[in-house]
């Protein structure tokens, strides 16, 4: 079988993409999270998987994240020179298969069988223990899928020795199920008879002493019916009494309670009459308030505002004429103006006069005069201006007091006239007269409410009613407690609750008396039996001791069986064992360059036949070494391994030619090894197609055909519209199409 075409629909991370595949070794190279996982697992699924019986949660593990339909794959393969269609909609839940010439099978069974026909591996299993080798699990051999297929070749085309070992052993396990300490829902033929048989012999024994036990409770039903009448007598009067006293309890506690609210409803009939007065108090002082008037807010308020405003005026008057009575300074040329003028006559008086002997003394005289005659100009032309500033201040503070004096009288006109329309001799007056009404009125405000509430939507009269019933109830409540047929039952608190406690337990022992006679009379039912019923249950026990002996010498026939054909099984796979020991042997040597091998003998490798561990012969330890560390490296082992499994794929396959699916085994080869391993790949690639699933370059030389997938997440970080890398396939050609194996759709002999 060759695979050309893989077309993968929404499974996994590749939501929708296709390879195309050559004979020979076809190499998968990209990065973690490129793909590469992805790939190998549809071409296992597209193999085997059936989407009619996979669960929705293997569906949904298959299908894109973000996409609700479930995947679709199509692979296009060839086969003895026919090209066909393999497709599995996970979908429509459906498998079709199809050639060229338009014939189609649509059942999966039949499709399967066409399938793994030319595939040589008829389960997945078997397919992942030799044809799909993993990254580091190249020792990983899966005893049970070999063992059983190895059985089958054994068997000669009917029902294989595993198969027989397997029902057999299934049918031993069956008869002995339960019998160990795990407990099952249905155990075998043997562990039910056995707990039948001792099931019916504890039955015997235990109708057998009922009736010694059944005369036993009757003598003790006799004596606790008794017991327990006297105790009901005595629970009755007690229980009576003590009822009495709780009665009598609740009544004192009512009695109390009404006692509390008629001293309520006192307190609130009296208050309501207080604050009734009260309100009448304050509505006379009202009215006196009224009578007298009550100054308005907006003309108390202006009144307010003209009395502030006379008093910042007056302010601003005082300061005004303080200003004006504080004497003006620098209004007159200061003394240092006058000495520099005098200085500079003097100076230029002496350069004058020395002009003729020494003339330069005498022009530096004359300059320095000039220089102090005009500082004492300036000084005296600032003090000049001082003097005309001072006056023109002295004027403006004269015509604002005028103006603040003129102010004054106004606001005070003004003033008058608001506290004479309010009737008030001041501000303050007219305040407190507004401050006194609102206090009265907000107090009255406040009685009303409050006498409201103490009413609750009543008048006095249903008040006064209402404290009247509750005095009489209370007087009625103490005539009663006072009869004489309460007080002979009175008891103290103290004695009532030594009462309760003496009730509770004569309770507790009536009730322990009714639940033993109760219990006794139950067992005298369960232990009446008669004579019949231990007749047939003695029967019932011998047919089942006759039929559990039966049954025992049949587990010892098959368990001998089981022995006997697990030999002979064992016999005969020594000389498949021996097939597969020389294939996987030739491997090897093309491998490691003849390196392990034994002189004289074509043997190189050996197989275990139990666990299917394997050894090789060294010529530098003189002896067989077992196939792991230390004895070996990590590369040699995995090399004798990979060895091993592809000679089971020669002889398990019975001459097909499956793919070979490697996801980058070799990377704990070396160099040599690896070279060693690529040129037995090579060597296979001429009867298989190779699947090289890696990220390294190592093997780019060696390939028919070079798919590089491209990094998913640079894509995804990639901005949009820059279209994604395309990976081109290698222009190597392609190599001869290996011979067929068989038309797809005849049974191949095995």
Known sequence: MILRRLHLRRFLGLPDAAYDFAPGINVIIGPNEAGKSTLRTAIRTVLYENPATTSPKSRDQFRTWGV???PELVLEFELNGRRFTLTKNYATRKVVLGDAAGQTWEQHKSVQERVVAALGLPTDDLFDATAHIAQTHLERIHVTSIGK???????????DVTTALRRLETHIKALERGSRTVAVKEPGQLVALERKVAALREEVDALRRNAAQADRSRVELTAISAARAQLAEQFGAKKTLLESNQEILRDEERLAALKREEAMWEQKVRDIGDLGKRLAALDRDLEQATARGVPADAPTRQARTLSERLQARERDLEVVR????????GRRPPVAAWVLVMVS???VGLGLLARGTWGPVASMLIVAGIAAMA???????RAARAAQLAVLRREERERREQTLEDELRQVGVQLDGALAALGCASVAE???????????????QQVAEFVQRLREGSDDEALAERWKTVRRDVFGLEERLRAPEVTAKRMTPLQVQGLEREVGDLEGQLTQAQRREMKITVDLERLTTDSEELAAKDEQLAEADEALAMIRRHHEVCTEALAVLTEARRLAEVPLREVVEKRAGEFLAAATEGRYKRLGRYKRLAVEPETLSLSVWSDEAGGWIEAAEPHLSRGTVDLVYLAARLALVTVLTGGRRPPLLFDDPFITFDDRRRAGALALLRELSRDHQVFLFTYTRHYDQFADRLIELPDRTALQAAPAGIPAPVTAPSATPEPTA?????????????
């Open 149 to 159: 297929e190895l059985g089958r070749i054994i068997g000669g085309g009917g029902e």
């Open 430 to 444: 007219a305040e407190d007269r507004v401050r006194g009404y609102r206090d009265l009125v907000r107090e009255r």
């Open 322 to 329: 303080h200003e004006l009575e504080t004497p003006e300074t």
């Open 375 to 381: 500082a004492g100009g300036i000084l005296i032309s």
């Open 345 to 347: 006559a003097i100076l």
């Open 68 to 70: 609700d339909d479930p």
């Open 738 to 750: 290996p011979s067929p194996v068989g038309p797809l759709w005849e049974p191949h002999p095995h």
